[in-house]
């Protein structure tokens, strides 16, 4: 098994420890045939982190999450959540078409987007702040993209490190699921906040 594979099993396992039903909402993992088919979509070879993180889940199921919660956000990260690789290509092809269409008079110009991202994981606060992987060049790495015409962000650590972030980030918030409010809470006292995360 891979360090992904790994990381991703001790983060479901935090949720599961702070009460969180949110791994029994994990779509069934990609089918080796679905990477194939969005990497030729993108025109460029899925990262093996990536393939190893939709080969434990293709993301949450939120028709199901949604049935049963309403509209609670489904954390995976600390204000992040998972969407499924099909919605993942659809945004990312999405995303791609916008940065194409800016135009900047600034003579020194914020590269927004790289074409050759892969939308990950999606901000729940704010729903334009994503966490993309790179699937050509320096493939693997992560960057957090913002929309808010600032550079983004490279992540200090690649997929597996991302989720092991995240399981420390849930422990040092004290954050648990609480069953009246059907949300993931948190200290409030504690400078750390979700939606600081990564």
């Known amino acids: ?16 420890t702070m009460g969180s039903p949110l791994p ?17 979509m993108l025109g460029y070879p899925i990262p093996l982190q990536l393939a190893d993180l939709y080969a434990m889940a293709d993301g949450i199921d939120l028709d199901r999450w949604m049935a049963t919660y309403g509209g ?5 990260l600390p204000g992040w959540g998972f ?5 993942a290509r659809l945004r990312t092809e999405e995303l791609t078409r916008i940065a194409r269409s800016l135009s900047f008079s600034d003579a020194a110009e914020v590269e927004l987007w ?12 704010t729903g334009d702040e994503h966490i993309v992987a790179a699937t050509d060049v320096e493939a ?9 015409f600032e550079a983004p962000t490279r992540l200090g650590y690649e997929m597996a490190g991302l989720l092991d972030a995240a399981a420390a980030r849930f422990r040092s918030l004290d954050a648990r699921w609480d069953p009246v409010s059907r949300i993931i809470v948190w200290d ?10 990564p």
Request: no cysteine; net charge negative; charged share 20%.
């Open 1 to 16: 098994m891979s360090e992904v594979t790994h990381a991703f099993e001790r983060l479901a396992a935090a949720h599961r």
């Open 24 to 40: 029994e909402f994990f779509n069934p993992p990609a089918l080796p045939a679905q990477l194939a088919k969005t990497s030729s």
């Open 72 to 76: 609670v956000p489904a954390y995976l």
């Open 83 to 87: 969407p499924s690789l099909s919605y």
């Open 114 to 125: 790289r074409d050759d991202w892969l939308m990950v994981f999606t901000a729940l606060t």
């Open 140 to 148: 693997g790495s992560l960057w957090t993209v913002r929309w808010e």
């Open 188 to 197: 409030d006292d504690l400078s750390d906040r979700l939606d600081s995360f």
